[in-house]
């Protein structure tokens, strides 16, 4: 074109130094600033402006940052092929994977072999709870499984908490049924998990070390009747289907417990002699 034509154009202004159009550079520049200024944001607000636009960073930062936390370890863990070829973004908009049906109840099996030949004995029991979104989510309101066939462990729920520095937390705590007042049971480990039920991404857990479990607690013995977690997972993610955590108003709890042999039987104190 002839540049003469061009200079008679409205809204034309003469190039700047460099041959870039002045309008232009200021764009550019204006979009690099912005690019860095989202670069320099946090992780989680720029996932969560990507996510739910609409919302202001602060309305539900507890929750959010729950959900947060569970794409992030479920980006690092990749525990199953089908997790691997959806993404979390994906299961959170709707699309989802099979559903893995799990049943409540107890089983045993052996655990690891020891030094002396012996092995540990591992109790799994599984807590399926229909109706979650009916169960009190008042704080410290408990509910209580107890399996049949009379295995020694139970479960304790806390859907509202029970820590109140810890709000908006499930909790899950194990409760040891002493069959009588001379057992009881050496635990080496224990796990807690709140099962996801389309992926295989457990949310779980693992608590080390040795602890002694009786019929009443024992400060000064060091004897619990009950052992767990003031915060299993944020009650939010039991909120979004999609996540896989609850399925038809349906989420199911876990903890296994790996007991050292054998159940130690305290035998009462001989009678005085007359």
Known sequence: ???GDQRGRRGWQPASRGGKHPQTTRAASATRD????????????RWFASRFPENNVSSAPAAHRALWAEHERQRKSRASRRFEQSTYLDRLRGSRAGVEHF???????????????????VFTVTWRVERWSALPAGFRQGARYRPPGGAPWSLDLYKG?????KPGMV??????DAPDRTSFATVTSLELALLNQSTGSHLARKHEGTRIFGPKPDQRRRISTSAG???LAHLVLTQVQALGFCVDDTVVLRAEIEVAPPLHQLRPA?????
């Open 161 to 165: 908490g029970i820590k109140r520095e």
């Open 34 to 45: 912005s690019q860095r200024d989202d670069e320099q944001r946090p992780l989680f607000e």
């Open 229 to 231: 977690t003031a915060s």
């Open 103 to 121: 049943k409540s109840g107890s089983v045993s099996t052996t655990g690891r072999v020891l030094r002396d030949g012996g092995s540990t004995t």
């Open 1 to 3: 074109h002839d540049l």
């Open 171 to 176: 909790a899950l705590y194990v409760h040891y």
């Open 270 to 274: 001989p009678a005085p002699a007359d």
